[in-house]
């Protein structure tokens, strides 16, 4: 049961669904509202900031032949450092001076090779996330436009004078 009587009131009312609910004539307002084509919003403005969802792409794949460049099998990889550095000789394995350089230079070189992994494996997830919301911006690229122009057409065909049906 309503709270009100709205008999003399020109809105119609459903009791059942208050979504069909509309105004159908408001004493001196229009129904209708035409946006100021100044708001700001109405037009994608190139100069403001937006994600490139191919230059993403073209980073992602940068990376990743830096990745590639750093796992080939050169010399001074981070694949090969370490093997690399236990050929290394310092002198003579009878002095004791020699012994505690090559001794040294390993466990340099493990531990360049173990931060070298890391930052390869670093940069192999910075270029996935980079491709993940490359393709997270490119679609919600294509919803906005999808929407803009369901909203456009919307108006073009003279909707925006019948009341929003939400049910």
């Known amino acids: 049961m309503a ?16 979504s ?17 084509s100044r708001w ?3 037009n994608p403005d190139p100069a403001k900031v937006r994600a490139d ?4 792409n073209d980073l992602a794949d940068k990376i990743d032949r830096m990745v590639q460049q750093l796992q080939g099998g050169g010399s001074g990889t981070p694949a090969n450092i370490t093997s690399v550095s236990s050929q290394a000789k310092y002198g003579p394995d009878t002095w004791f ?3 505690s350089l090559k001794s040294a230079s390993d466990t340099v ?4 090779a173990k931060y070298s992994q890391n930052l390869l494996a670093n940069l192999q997830q910075a270029s996935a996330a980079i491709r993940q919301a490359a393709s997270n911006y ?3 690229d294509q919803t906005s436009q999808q929407a803009a ?11 925006q004078n019948q009341p929003l049906n939400y049910g």
């Open 3 to 18: 709270d009100y009587n709205y008999d003399d009131y020109r809105i119609t009312l459903d009791k059942n669904d208050s």
């Open 97 to 99: 001076a020699a012994k």
């Open 20 to 36: 069909k609910n509309t105004a159908t004539d408001i004493q001196g307002y229009p129904l209708t509202i035409e946006l100021d």
């Open 109 to 112: 070189a493990a531990t360049v």
């Open 138 to 140: 490119q679609q919600a």
């Open 53 to 56: 969802h191919t230059a993403m």
């Open 40 to 42: 700001p919003g109405l």
């Open 149 to 159: 122009q369901n909203q456009n057409q919307a108006l073009d065909s003279g909707s």
